[in-house]
């Protein structure tokens, strides 16, 4: 694994994620996609499959199901079934965008999605995920989710302490939505309220908030373990149980050089980005030979019945964005719609935010939730 990456806003400049469910994109054929050997047995049974696009011929192993580097971008499929009782599948299928990815990995992520969806005879409901800004329906996937610097190719199994570059991971959530992140290794972050992983190579440091909870506490014990495993077993554990900020641990005090104060500022989760903000709903149409994007309804005004299904509609919840397919919805508006909420959100407060593409009459419990 890399060293720490500078932060930086997503480049979306000329990006070709930008035809996604365009003219152009939706030109991919079926005849392409059955031929993609790395479909092959894909939305067969119940369950997850993840590729990453860096070498998309592999799948990413099962193992790593949860793991994700921001210099790459992945597709995630979820096969499940709405009926217990029934054989029939149904399937959401997301592209996860590193912060880091390049226009190239996050563009094909697009496209290689459109493939998939037409490899299951377009019954898959489409997401974009954008790292740190994931849907709640991506993130109930794992158990834990992680988010590492770097690629995946940087990834290492042998320890060589001395080229090793020290990281600090952010362990916090509730039960069953526990998150690990790197984040800058500064002491500042660490508080009493969380868990933190202060990962020196061969030596590990588990701190314990003494405010954390036991799902943290047990999260962070485990991904040590896993740490040590994939290093031969090598590496030493610290466990700093009940750790308070106002009693610095002694055996930190050499492995922090800046000279900032413990628990002075906690990393941010953008997920809960989007409160307080109007909700706005627009609607995509050609009824009058050219398309046409306008805002039909903002704040308390958004209802399902603004909603009509002749047309294509776009609603931004400020926390998750929805294209909304209208049953009569011409083929131009149905092709053209997550590209116009993509181009839509580029320029509103929230441009990272989640975005699902639903169909009259098949909405998601989400999309619900929204109005």
Same mark, same amino acid.
């Given at each position: 694994?890399?060293?720490?990456?500078?932060?930086?806003?997503? *480049?979306?400049?000329?990006?070709?994620?930008?035809?996604?469910?365009?003219? @152009?994109?939706?030109?991919?054929?079926?005849?392409?996609?059955?031929?993609?050997?790395?479909?092959?047995?894909?939305?067969?049974?119940?369950?997850?499959?993840?590729? &990453?696009?860096?070498?998309?011929?592999?799948?990413?192993?099962? =193992?790593?199901? %949860?793991?994700?580097?921001?210099? *790459?971008?992945?597709?995630?499929?979820?096969?499940?079934?709405?009926?217990?009782?029934?054989?029939?599948?149904?399937?959401?299928?997301?592209?996860?965008?590193?912060?880091?990815?390049?226009?190239?990995?996050?563009? @094909?992520?697009?496209?290689?999605?459109? =493939?998939?969806? @037409?490899?299951?005879? *377009?019954?898959?409901?489409?997401?974009?995920?954008?790292?740190?800004?994931?849907? *709640?329906?991506?993130?109930?996937?794992?158990?834990?989710?992680?988010?590492?610097?770097?690629?995946?190719?940087?990834?290492?199994?042998?320890?060589?302490?001395?080229?090793?570059?020290?990281?600090?991971?952010? /362990?916090?959530?509730?039960?069953?939505?526990?998150?690990?992140?790197?984040?800058?290794?500064?002491?500042?972050?660490?508080?009493?309220?969380?868990?933190?992983?202060?990962?020196?190579?061969?030596?590990?440091?588990?701190?314990?908030?003494?405010?954390? +909870?036991?799902?943290?506490?047990?999260? %962070?014990?485990?991904?040590?373990?896993?740490? &040590?495993?994939?290093? %031969?077993?090598?590496?030493?554990?610290?466990?700093?149980?009940?750790?308070?900020?106002?009693?610095?641990? #002694?055996?930190? /005090?050499?492995?922090?050089?800046?000279?900032?104060?413990?628990?002075?500022?906690?990393?941010?989760?953008? @997920?809960?980005?989007?409160?307080?903000? =109007?909700?706005?709903?627009?609607?995509?149409?050609?009824?009058?030979?050219?398309?046409?994007?306008?805002?039909?309804?903002?704040?308390? #005004?958004?209802?399902?019945?603004?909603?009509?299904?002749?047309?294509?509609?776009?609603?931004?919840?400020?926390?998750?964005?929805?294209?909304?397919?209208?049953?009569?919805?011409?083929?131009?508006?149905?092709?053209?719609?997550?590209?116009?909420?993509?181009?839509?959100?580029?320029?509103?407060? +929230?441009?990272?935010?989640?975005?699902? /593409?639903?169909?009259?009459?098949? #909405?998601?419990?989400?999309?619900?939730?929204?109005?």
């Amino acid at each position: 694994m890399t060293g720490l990456v500078k932060a930086k806003k997503y *480049d979306w400049k000329d990006s070709n994620l930008a035809l996604f469910g365009s003219d @152009t994109e939706r030109n991919v054929k079926k005849e392409s996609a059955m031929t993609e050997k790395a479909w092959k047995g894909a939305g067969e049974k119940v369950g997850l499959r993840i590729w &990453r696009i860096v070498k998309f011929k592999a799948n990413w192993p099962s =193992e790593d199901y %949860g793991s994700f580097y921001d210099g *790459d971008s992945y597709i995630v499929l979820n096969t499940y079934k709405k009926d217990p009782n029934s054989e029939e599948l149904d399937h959401d299928v997301h592209f996860w965008i590193g912060k880091h990815s390049t226009q190239d990995e996050y563009g @094909t992520a697009a496209y290689k999605t459109v =493939e998939l969806d @037409t490899y299951l005879d *377009d019954k898959p409901v489409q997401h974009r995920e954008v790292m740190d800004y994931e849907s *709640d329906r991506f993130k109930s996937y794992f158990k834990v989710m992680s988010k590492w610097k770097g690629g995946a190719d940087s990834g290492f199994r042998r320890v060589e302490a001395k080229k090793y570059t020290p990281r600090l991971l952010h /362990v916090f959530g509730e039960k069953n939505k526990v998150t690990v992140k790197e984040v800058k290794f500064k002491k500042e972050y660490l508080n009493d309220e969380d868990v933190f992983l202060i990962d020196l190579g061969l030596q590990i440091f588990q701190w314990n908030g003494d405010r954390s +909870n036991k799902n943290e506490r047990f999260e %962070g014990g485990k991904y040590c373990n896993a740490l &040590r495993s994939e290093r %031969g077993g090598k590496p030493t554990v610290e466990v700093l149980d009940n750790a308070v900020t106002s009693d610095f641990p #002694e055996e930190l /005090v050499d492995v922090f050089s800046d000279e900032s104060e413990a628990g002075t500022k906690r990393p941010k989760d953008k @997920t809960d980005s989007g409160s307080g903000y =109007e909700k706005v709903l627009f609607r995509l149409s050609d009824a009058s030979a050219q398309m046409t994007f306008e805002e039909v309804a903002r704040g308390k #005004e958004v209802t399902k019945s603004r909603l009509q299904s002749d047309d294509v509609f776009i609603l931004d919840s400020g926390k998750h964005c929805f294209v909304w397919i209208g049953k009569g919805a011409s083929e131009g508006e149905k092709r053209n719609g997550f590209c116009r909420a993509h181009t839509y959100l580029q320029g509103s407060q +929230n441009p990272y935010q989640p975005v699902s /593409v639903v169909e009259e009459g098949k #909405e998601t419990v989400e999309f619900h939730h929204a109005f």
